[in-house]
């Protein structure tokens, strides 16, 4: 049961780091529609701030799965 519900987690915080990866594109590509510079530049470095920590949860959840299942496949031969 303890590993069923690591493994739900680690989907939940991947699909969640996805979703914030996307919408941190989507932010970034709307900072290019401002006017304003200001406006711009607030929104510039938040949609990068949220995408490089989306992407990095992404990259160790995503390699704590990959490990995991590889020792699962492991120890089951």
Same mark, same amino acid.
């Given at each position: 049961?303890?590993?069923l519900f690591w493994w739900?987690?680690?989907v939940? +915080?991947?699909l969640a780091g996805v979703f914030f990866l996307?919408?941190?594109i989507q932010v970034l590509v709307a900072a290019y529609r401002l006017r304003e510079p200001f406006l711009f530049l607030m929104t510039? +470095?938040?949609s990068n701030l949220m995408i490089l920590i989306s992407a990095a949860l992404l990259v160790v959840f995503l390699t704590?799965?990959?490990?995991k299942y590889?020792?699962?496949k492991k120890t089951a031969k």
């Amino acid at each position: 049961m303890e590993a069923l519900f690591w493994w739900v987690r680690h989907v939940v +915080f991947t699909l969640a780091g996805v979703f914030f990866l996307a919408f941190g594109i989507q932010v970034l590509v709307a900072a290019y529609r401002l006017r304003e510079p200001f406006l711009f530049l607030m929104t510039f +470095f938040a949609s990068n701030l949220m995408i490089l920590i989306s992407a990095a949860l992404l990259v160790v959840f995503l390699t704590r799965m990959i490990r995991k299942y590889l020792d699962i496949k492991k120890t089951a031969k």
